[in-house]
C-alpha cells in the first residue's frame, strides 16, 4: 500500500467522493468500476479535456496523475475500448472519454488522433471500517443507488427522447422541452438513461431547470449495455417518480440502432407502457424516415414529433412530414411550438408562461 497525491480525479468516480490524496494498492481486480490510478504519458491538442466530479472541465497533460474507472465503450463518433482481462501496475492503458474511463482501445476516431495512452499505477482503496486499516477496492458502486426491476412510474408522464445516433439533437430537444415545461410552472424531472459515464447532459438538464436529474452513472455503472440498460431505467423512472413531478423527460443516449441498451429498454413493455410520448431527434431526412419505420415495425411505438438537424430548415422539414406523417419542429428555433406539441399529447396542456410570476405587492 503506497499514498500518492492526484492531479486531477475522473467524474466518472463522483460517487465515491475522491480525495486529492489516495492510497493504492498492487492488486486490482480487472472489473468494469474498479478505480484506478493512472499517469498520463501522452500530449494531445484534441480531446484533451477531462470532466471533473464538480461537472468542470480540466486540461489533461503528460505526467498528470489521474483517477479514473475501469470500463468499455462502444461510441460510433468516438473511441472505442474495451475493459481488458487483466491489469496490473506499469501496464498501459487508455482514457476512453472525458469523463475518465479507463480500458484499452480498440477504435479510434480520426478526428481526435490515437487516445492518451497512461501508465496504470495502482488500485484505489477504501477504509470502510472505523479504526482498522484494512484497504478494500474502491468501486463506483460506493454510494450508488441499486438498481433492480422494480418498476412504479406512479403515473407521472415520461417524455422519452431517443436518436437516430449519437449527436442527432437528444440533449438539446431535452433541454429545449425542460425549459418550456418550467416556463409554463411546470415541476420536471430529467434522467440520462443509456451511454457512457459524462456528466455533461444531466448539467445541462439542471441548468434548463429541471427541478433534478440522474443517469446511470448514479446507479454504479460506468457503461450501460443491453444487458443493463431496462433495470436501469425501471429505477431511474421509479426514483425520479418519488417526488410526483409533472413529467419525467428521459434521455436515451447513443442511437436506435446502437450498443448501449436502447433497443433493450425499448423491447421492454413494462418500460414501453411508461413512456406517454416519444420524441425523435434526427440528422437528416432518411435518419427520420428509418427511425420513425424503425420504431413502428421494431417495438411497436409511434412517433410523436421528429426534430434534430433533420428539421434545420424548411425543405427537411417537409420532406420528413410528407414521407413519415410524423411532425418535425426544431427544438431550437421552435422550442415552444415542440413543447406545445408534446404537452397536447401528455394531456397537460397549459398557458403560455415567459417564466414571470405575476406577483401582488402589499401597499406599503
Known sequence: MKRILVDKIGSVTRNCKLSRELFLGADIPAVEGGVVVVRVLTDKSAYNQLELPSGRLSRVKSGDVVAGALGHRKALFGYAGHLPETVAPGDKINILNTGGVLG????????????????????????????????????????????????????????????????????????????????????????????????????????????????????????????????????????????????????????????????????????????????????????????VRLLRERHAIETTVVTGPATDNAAGTRLIERETGVPGINARTDPRRLADLVLSRLGLAAPPCDGAEAVEVPDA
Open 104 to 291: 484499452v482501445c480498440d477504435g479510434i476516431n480520426p478526428d481526435f488522433g490515437p487516445p492518451f495512452d497512461c501508465e496504470v499505477l495502482g488500485q484505489v482503496l477504501h477504509f470502510p471500517y472505523l479504526g482498522a486499516r484494512v484497504g478494500l477496492p474502491a468501486h463506483i458502486t460506493q454510494g450508488a443507488i441499486p438498481s433492480g426491476p422494480h418498476l412504479d412510474a406512479a403515473g407521472v408522464p415520461v417524455v422519452a427522447v431517443v436518436g437516430s445516433c449519437m449527436n442527432a439533437g437528444k440533449t438539446q430537444a431535452a433541454c429545449a422541452l425542460l425549459q418550456s415545461f418550467v416556463h409554463r410552472g411546470m415541476k420536471v424531472h430529467a434522467a440520462k438513461a443509456t451511454g457512457v459515464s459524462l456528466r455533461r447532459d444531466t448539467l445541462a438538464m439542471e441548468d434548463s431547470g429541471a427541478a433534478r436529474t440522474l443517469f446511470f452513472n448514479d446507479l454504479g455503472v460506468v457503461t450501460t449495455s443491453a444487458g443493463n440498460a431496462p433495470n436501469l431505467a425501471r429505477t431511474i423512472l421509479t426514483e425520479l417518480a418519488k417526488d410526483r413531478p409533472d413529467a419525467i423527460v428521459l434521455e436515451l443516449g447513443d442511437g436506435l440502432l446502437g450498443l448501449y441498451g436502447v433497443d433493450a429498454i425499448l423491447d421492454d413493455a413494462p418500460l414501453r407502457a411508461c413512456f406517454t410520448t416519444v420524441v425523435l431527434a434526427a440528422n437528416d431526412p432518411v435518419a427520420s424516415w428509418g427511425g
